[in-house]
């Protein structure tokens, strides 16, 4: 039999090495709009949603001025961050639009609606919010059929 992870296992954070700090808390706390709930000196920080002790750390320990890891290289693809509602996506898109910060691309993946960009460190960062369950595509076994899509932001930005 195949072992399998319980299912209220999550993923608790995520890590990641950056050049710069104050850079990093631009993007991730000014411009996103995670609450920092931690400092470590000017060498690391850990910013959270809601309250909770952290969802994403940021640390310069090994890359304190370095440049972005290369495109072709073993790493992170990238980190997702889910929105609860479609309307909250709607108002990172407008913050992302009013602050000029580029997109490297948006998919209606069918189980959710997605926005995809880079951060200061070249980290890739989806932006994305679920749909119901009970809306996710399905094939006529019932296996999940998810899909790349064109998402119509402009529609999406009509919410807000």
């Given at each position: 039999m195949t072992y399998r992870l319980p299912p209220?296992?999550?993923i608790g954070h995520v890590h990641l090495k950056v050049a710069d700090l104050e850079r990093a808390l631009a993007f991730y706390h000014e411009l996103?709009?995670?609450e920092i709930t931690q400092?470590?000196?000017?060498?690391?920080?850990?910013i959270s949603a809601g309250?909770?002790?952290h969802h994403i750390g940021l640390n310069t320990w090994y890359s304190k001025d370095a440049p972005p890891a290369p495109l072709r290289s073993a790493g992170l693809f990238h980190t997702a961050i889910v929105y609860p509602e479609r309307k909250d996506l709607a108002a990172a898109l407008r913050r992302l639009n009013d602050a000029g910060y580029p997109l490297t691309g948006a998919a209606d993946h069918g189980v959710s609606e997605a926005l995809y960009l880079n951060d200061p460190d070249n980290n890739g960062v989806e932006l994305y919010w679920d749909r119901p369950r009970e809306l996710w595509p399905l094939?006529?076994?019932g296996n999940l059929l998810m899909v790349t899509e064109h998402l119509d932001l402009d529609a999406l930005l009509e919410i807000y």
């Open positions: 209220g296992t999550r996103l709009g995670f400092r470590y000196g000017d060498q690391a920080v850990f309250g909770y002790h094939d006529n076994n």
